[in-house]
C-alpha cells in the first residue's frame, strides 16, 4: 500500500481522505488543507516526510519560465527541501500538460473557439506556457499581474510586454515577497480594483485560478468563458451564480472526490518510484493511456450551452491535434488518425 498525502495552502473544506487503486497500485491518499497557514503547512510536510512515498504540495507558487528566463519560488523550495528525500510535486508537469491539451481541445472541439477572443489572463506569468498557445488563437491578450503585484495602473498587451515585466520586476519581488514595500500605492488600491473589474467585464474569456474569480461577481462574470482547475460540484454551482456559461476545467478527476493536479502527480511519482524531472515521454504515454485523460468542458448554466448538457468529453484527439502538444508528441503515434 502506498501512502501519498497532499499539504495545501488552501481550505479546510476540501479535505479528504480515500483509498483506491492507480496505474496498478493499491493507494491511501490524504489531502489536508492548512487555509493558508505556511507554517502549518511546513509542519505538515515535516511530519508527513516519513510517512508518506510522495507529497504534492497543494495551492503554492510553481517555479516557472516566462521567456528564457526561470524563476525559482522561494517559499515552494523551502517545503520541497523540507520533504527531505520523499518525492514531492507541485503538479507543475502535468498541470503544463493538461492546460495545454485543454486548450487545444476546446479550440478544436468548440469550433475555433478562441479566435480573436479578448483573453484575460490574471497571472500571465504563472500561465505563461498557456497564453503562448493562446496566442496561436488571438493577438488579444491582457495580463494583470503589474496590477494585482505592484499596485499598477495598467495591464500588460503582449507576451513580449510580460516577458519584460517577469524579468525587471523579479529582483524587486524577491527582496520583498510579502508585498511590505508596497502600502505606498495604496491610495489607488480602488482605482486599481475599478480597473480589473473593467478588465474582467470587457474580457471574452478570463484565465484564472478558482480563489481568483471568487473576487468577482455576476456584474463581471456574467456570460463568460473561464479556464481554471479544480472545478468541484459546490465551485461548479458557485460559478453558475456568478453567470459564468462555460468553464474549461484543467484539470483531471479521477476520484469521486475533488482533488488538485499536484496530488495526483504525486500519486504517478509513487508509482513510478522517481521524480518528475526523470519522467520520461514514453512514461507519460503509458500514464495518459492508463488513465483514459478527458479535458472537462463545463456548462454550468442550463440552457446556456452549445454542445451537450453539464459536461463536454473529449476523447480521443485527433493525430493532427496531438502533435501541436510538444510534451505528448509521442502519443500521435498510438491516436486514431
Known amino acids: 500500500m502506498k501512502k501519498v498525502a497532499s499539504i495545501s495552502l488552501g481550505p479546510f473544506s476540501l479535505d479528504c481522505n480515500f483509498s483506491t487503486n492507480f496505474l496498478g497500485h493499491d493507494f491511501e491518499v490524504v489531502r489536508i488543507g492548512t487555509d493558508n497557514d505556511f507554517k502549518a503547512a511546513k509542519k505538515l510536510v515535516a511530519e508527513w516526510r516519513d510517512e508518506a512515498d510522495a507529497i504534492g504540495l497543494g495551492l503554492v507558487h510553481d517555479h516557472y519560465w516566462v ?46 473557439f478562441f479566435n480573436n477572443a479578448k483573453v484575460l489572463f ?47 520586476s523579479d529582483p524587486v519581488r524577491r527582496f520583498d515577497p510579502e508585498g511590505r514595500l508596497l502600502p505606498s500605492l495604496a491610495p489607488a488600491k480602488l482605482l486599481n480594483k475599478a480597473l480589473l473589474k473593467k478588465a474582467v467585464r470587457d474580457a471574452d474569456v478570463i484565465v484564472a485560478s478558482y480563489h481568483q474569480l471568487e473576487r468577482y461577481g455576476p456584474e463581471e462574470l456574467d456570460g463568460k468563458v473561464v479556464l481554471t482547475s479544480t472545478i468541484s460540484p459546490d465551485r461548479q454551482e458557485a460559478l453558475k451564480e456568478r453567470g459564468v456559461r462555460v468553464v474549461i476545467d484543467c484539470s483531471i478527476q479521477l476520484f469521486e472526490q475533488t482533488v488538485g493536479l499536484n496530488l495526483i502527480e504525486a500519486m504517478i511519482l509513487a508509482a513510478l518510484g522517481k521524480p518528475a524531472e526523470e519522467i520520461a515521454h514514453d512514461d507519460y504515454l503509458e500514464i495518459f493511456t492508463d488513465l483514459d485523460l478527458k479535458p472537462r468542458i463545463l456548462y454550468p448554466i442550463e440552457g446556456k450551452k452549445q454542445i451537450n448538457r453539464f459536461a463536454f468529453v473529449i476523447h480521443p484527439l485527433s493525430q493532427k491535434y496531438l502533435t501541436n502538444l510538444k510534451p505528448l508528441e509521442i502519443l500521435s503515434k498510438v491516436s486514431p488518425p
Do not use: C
Open 67 to 112: 521567456g528564457t528566463h526561470y524563476f525559482h519560488q522561494r517559499d515552494t523550495g523551502k517545503l520541497e527541501k523540507l520533504a527531505g528525500d520523499t518525492l514531492v510535486s507541485t503538479g507543475a508537469r502535468l498541470r503544463r500538460i493538461v492546460q495545454e491539451w485543454s486548450l487545444r481541445s476546446a479550440q478544436h472541439e468548440l469550433g475555433n
Open 122 to 168: 490574471l497571472s500571465g506569468t504563472t500561465d505563461y506556457r498557456l497564453a503562448s498557445v493562446m496566442a496561436e488563437f488571438t493577438e488579444n491578450l491582457s495580463f494583470a499581474d503589474p496590477v494585482l503585484q505592484f499596485g499598477a495602473p495598467g495591464l500588460l498587451h503582449s507576451l513580449k510586454a510580460l516577458e519584460r515585466y517577469a524579468a525587471g
